[in-house]
């Protein structure tokens, strides 16, 4: 098998990533407003991916994205690998060339649902740290805010990132 890892390289691409997109939805509330929001903001710029392919055809994708409110975090907004291959470390190697190529951060923050443990035991396996469980989307069930922290800094990030989330 030949695996490449890439930025958005065309408008193809970006098309490509809107159809993995749709086909990764889970469960969260607006989900096809943000795909489509995030479409105009991969195009401008303001967001930016990692690709993974298998083939030609898109298998996983890290959209990202300098957080809105606090330009010292990166807000990686989504990480999708398709199942048929999973658990050959896609995920973990996209998000270490976030943080890589991110070096002007002094953190990645990153959220994911309580109902799904496996994915957060996931993200504590790649270096962040749970530092908040509060409903983001919905009055449903609780999301878990996680943190990294990518280089040193004077200032203290973690009483940042929880002054951010009220």
Known sequence: MKFQFTNLQSRKELSQVIDFLHKQDLGYPNYDDWVQRTE??????????????????IVGDLVYQQHKENP???????????PRVRDRYFAKFMLKQVEVENQNYGAMIID???ELPSMINFIKSC??????SKPLYDDGAPDIV????????KRIILPIALEMFG
């Open 127 to 132: 270096g962040f740290t749970s530092i908040l």
């Open 146 to 153: 996680m943190i990294k922290p990518i280089k040193k800094s």
């Open 40 to 57: 105009s903001e991969l195009d401008r710029g303001y967001k930016d991916v990692i690709l993974a392919f298998s083939e030609r055809k």
């Open 72 to 82: 010292e975090f990166l807000e990686l907004k989504n990480l999708r690998i398709h």
């Open 112 to 114: 994911a649902p309580s």
